[in-house]
């Protein structure tokens, strides 16, 4: 079963946040039945309910973050006006716009360049806290991986600010590399995925909404179509035993290249979903045990321990050694079928 969690050091984040904006935090998280001291993980949807209360307390769906308030709605309001656009391009240029016109600062700026697509944002303010460009982000991303339908591969992400106090592992929040103190905040992934269509409609987002923001807290997972179908079927076999991309294609009675084209148009493709896929095996398996890596990477499927080391670096930006050592310290640690944040 999937574990949506949110960390207590994010939640730390958070009630940080609220101190900053003098706001009363024990009555909210009474209100949504959380403990006054927060030690261990909570739901996403408790999560969810706790940024509900905010917003009702301060009219800001922001946190009070930006330079001015988010009201309450504007969220809603969000997912509507994408709801007309047609790719994930479209999408992220009108939701860009939109969310300046309500917040003023920060604002995003999406640039095309050199094979890949920034998200940047612009703030004539003092800088902000890492926590509000994360929350920036879990919006944006959030509700644009929902639109069409699959999770958006982050290549690499950029804060402006220094990190935060609590030693939160963002490296592991975003499932990509993270750096502060850079010239500018961006998150950058690769333009190919810009030409993505937007496959929701109505009915589908009256759901979204209803669910919201819990079902954006985490990060998005797949779950419908083709791709859901092959997750399924490799769930029930070892790695070391999964099909060729042939033989996979036969299995579902399709020929190959009609079986590709159908992925493509879900954004997926048979690699990626191994990848993605080991990739939650990996840091199950580093989380819940002692195994040597050698061990575990045959068992996920890689025919040498150098392979793998390798592919769990470019996943992570760590090697499985120095993952395994910050969450047996207690640090924030994330993966797909685990999603603690």
């Not at 079927?233 to 079986?259: D, N």
């Not at 992925?263 to 580093?286: C, F, H, N, P, V």
């Not at 499927?301 to 310290?329: Q, V, Y």
Request: aromatic share 10%; proline share 6%.
């Amino acid at each position: 079963m999937e574990r949506r969690m949110i960390a207590p050091c994010f939640m730390d984040d958070t009630l940080e946040c609220l101190r900053r904006h003098n706001v009363q935090i024990e009555p909210l998280l009474a209100q949504v039945g959380l403990p006054p001291v927060i030690t261990e993980p909570i739901s996403a949807e408790q999560y969810g309910a706790l940024w509900h209360a905010v917003s009702r307390t301060m009219d800001d769906e922001f946190f009070g973050e930006g330079a001015r308030p988010m009201r309450a709605g504007s969220f809603a309001l969000l997912c509507h006006a994408l709801l007309t656009t047609e790719t994930l391009e479209h999408a992220l240029r009108r939701g860009l716009r939109f969310l300046r016109v309500v917040l003023d600062d920060p604002h995003g700026e999406l640039i095309v360049r050199n094979g890949f697509a920034e998200v940047t944002l612009k703030d004539a303010g003092p800088l902000r806290s890492a926590f509000a460009y994360r929350t920036f982000w879990i919006m944006v991303y959030g509700v644009n991986c929902w639109l069409v339908g699959r999770r958006l591969p982050i290549r690499w992400v950029d804060f402006k600010c220094s990190a935060p106090p609590t030693g939160t592992d963002y490296h592991l929040f975003f499932g990509a590399p993270v750096r502060f103190d850079q010239p500018e905040s961006r998150l950058v992934f690769d333009a190919d995925v810009l030409k993505l269509p937007v496959v929701r409609d109505a009915c589908a987002l009256r759901e979204f909404l209803r669910l919201a923001p819990a079902n954006i807290l985490v990060r998005y997972r797949h779950n419908e179509g083709l791709s859901a179908i092959i997750r399924g079927c490799l769930h029930a076999t070892a790695p070391s035993a999964w099909p060729s991309f042939e033989i996979l294609a036969a299995g579902m009675r399709m020929q190959a290249p009609t079986l590709r084209r159908r992925l493509q148009s879900e954004g997926q493709s048979y690699r990626s979903i191994k990848d993605e896929m080991r990739r939650a095996l990996a840091m199950e398996a580093l989380l819940g045990g002692n195994r040597s890596v050698a061990d575990l990477a045959a068992d996920i499927g890689f025919s040498e321990p150098s392979a793998f080391h390798r592919a769990f670096h470019k996943w992570t930006g760590k090697s499985p050694a120095s993952f395994r050592r910050e969450a047996a310290f207690g640090l924030n640690v994330q993966d797909n079928s685990s999603q603690l944040l």
